[in-house]
């Protein structure tokens, strides 16, 4: 598939309408993703070391939570009673919806045959993975016994028991391995072909050597690329239930319990639409400056730009939807324990939380209806902060403020988080982010083979048109 001779695209009639932009061949391509992963390490640009140097301090500051965690258990956080869940479940939730997008791109577009993934998906994807290693963390660490986590697998063992398969933690447990070890698989069976292009391109012996043993003997024959395809398509069609399955999985957690707000048939699809809602936000926020830095304006266009926009308002729009059904469901249900839980989240004393969501994420997004502002940029990072934040603050909605008010008065108890809830959660951020330097450091973020493949064929369907249009006028002077 890669014998014909590379053929410089034709501008287009309008450049924000390109996926590729013109001037592009093989070789250029693959210079110019290949080289950053190549760059010699006493090369590396000072952004990347600052930025690297800020990612890993803040891992420091993770350690340092989790070492204290250790120590003097679940108290030093803010839960009490009957605030069991705070900020762990929180951040759990959160991190699980932004890994989302990654999934979506890679497994669900790849079926549906949609060119412009091509530039995104090996990025998102490994944002999917560093996200879920970060969500992963936070049901363990809640625990109170982390050491003790794998009593929550159905294994063999000599205490005679197994786990509470009626308990959704159990259910976490399925769903979130499942989606990490599959996605990791996905991931690198895209990267082969890469690995290859990387080894083949390298010139210091280690690096090759490097590239040669994860490029595992891919040579590019016709019997690899069959193999390949084959197994892409088989992962994908893996991945897609999985995209729907885990977080319906996760709003389950609160679906099928008693708890006011928490029992409402919506959750399921509210989740994964708010999954892939707060999913595209952070690719959005991640790709944009990537993209500036370095010089990938040519792979991901103003249109990459503005259908992510449209997908992220589309599935803002439904969760909008599950906010009025939430709404609807309290005053129609005729519950006074619903009635009051609304009431509380309008004029309670956490009621901040609810209408920074409203404003976050039904409010901030209505100027995506305009291309104007989905081709703006300063307006899209603007746009996906306040619905990175809008999301959190729902889940903190949803926990804090229905576990605040319990059904007897007496219960009742106001959440505040401690200082080591914040340096946990600004700790997965080191986690997240010393990751995804590393990835775009060592791995070519822009799927180099793809991108191959995607200028050759828009190539040749920019000069079918020519053609076409040729003939056309051709046939009309004849028939002049």
């Known amino acids: 598939m890669a014998q014909a001779q590379p053929i410089r695209t034709s501008p287009p ?13 093989y070789a250029s391509i693959t210079s110019k993703i290949g080289d950053v992963p190549l760059t010699a390490p006493l090369k590396t640009p000072r952004g990347w070391l600052l930025g690297f140097t800020v990612a890993f301090t803040l891992l420091m500051v993770f350690f340092a939570s989790v070492g204290w965690l250790f120590i003097r258990g679940v108290g030093i956080w803010g839960i009490n009673i009957p605030v069991g869940w705070g900020m762990d479940i ?20 790849l079926l549906l045959n949609q060119g412009w993934r091509n530039s995104i998906n090996r990025f998102a994807e490994a944002m999917t993975l560093f996200a879920v290693a970060c969500a992963g963390l936070y049901p363990i660490l809640h625990l109170g ?25 159990t259910w976490d447990v399925f769903a979130i391995s499942t989606y990490a070890s599959v996605s990791l698989v996905f991931w690198l069976v895209g990267l082969i072909p890469d690995f290859a292009t990387l080894r083949d391109r390298a010139t210091n012996i280690w690096v090759k050597r490097i590239y040669g043993v994860a490029a595992i003997g891919w040579r590019g024959s016709a019997r690899h690329w069959h193999r390949y395809e084959m197994a892409s398509l088989l992962l994908a069609g893996l991945s897609t239930p999985l995209v729907v399955s885990v977080h319906s999985i996760i709003s389950l957690d609160f679906a099928i319990s008693q708890v ?25 926020l991640l790709m944009i400056p990537v993209r500036k830095w370095y010089g990938f304006e040519n792979y991901i266009t103003m249109r990459h730009l503005d259908v992510m926009a449209k997908v992220m308002l589309a599935t803002g729009m439904i969760v909008v939807y599950g906010y009025f059904m939430e709404v609807w469901a309290s005053l129609y249900g005729g519950s006074t324990y619903e009635e009051y839980l609304l009431f509380n989240r309008l004029n ?22 305009f291309k104007r502002v989905r081709q703006n940029i300063p307006a899209l990072i603007v746009i996906s902060l306040l619905v990175s934040v809008g999301m959190w603050l729902e889940r903190y909605v949803i926990i804090v403020i229905s576990l605040e008010r319990e059904f007897l008065p007496s219960s009742w108890a106001q959440y505040h988080p401690t200082f080591w809830d ?54 009309g002077g004849v028939a002049d």
Request: charged share 10%; glycine share 8%; with cysteine.
């Open 422 to 475: 914040w340096s946990l959660y600004l700790g997965t951020f080191g986690l997240f982010f010393s990751l995804l330097f590393l990835f775009i450091r060592v791995m070519p973020m822009i799927n180099i083979f793809e991108m191959r493949l995607f200028q050759y064929q828009e190539s040749q369907r920019l000069q079918r048109k020519a053609h076409d249009t040729h003939q056309a006028h051709g046939h």
């Open 260 to 284: 006011p707000g928490w029992q409402v048939t919506v959750f399921p699809p509210y989740f994964v639409a708010g999954a892939v809602f707060a999913g595209f936000a952070m690719v959005l």
């Open 13 to 25: 009639s309008d450049p924000g309408e390109a996926y590729l932009l013109p001037g592009e061949t």
């Open 348 to 369: 309670g004393p956490s009621s901040w939380a609810y209408w920074g969501l409203l404003f976050c994420n039904a409010l901030a997004i209505q100027p995506l209806w």
């Open 90 to 109: 929180i951040n759990f939730v959160w991190w699980i919806g932004i890994g989302h997008a990654g999934t979506l791109i890679s497994a669900i577009l």
């Open 145 to 169: 016994r982390p050491w003790l986590f794998y009593w929550l697998t159905p294994y063999p063992n000599t205490l005679g028991m197994w786990p509470q398969f009626r308990s959704a933690l």
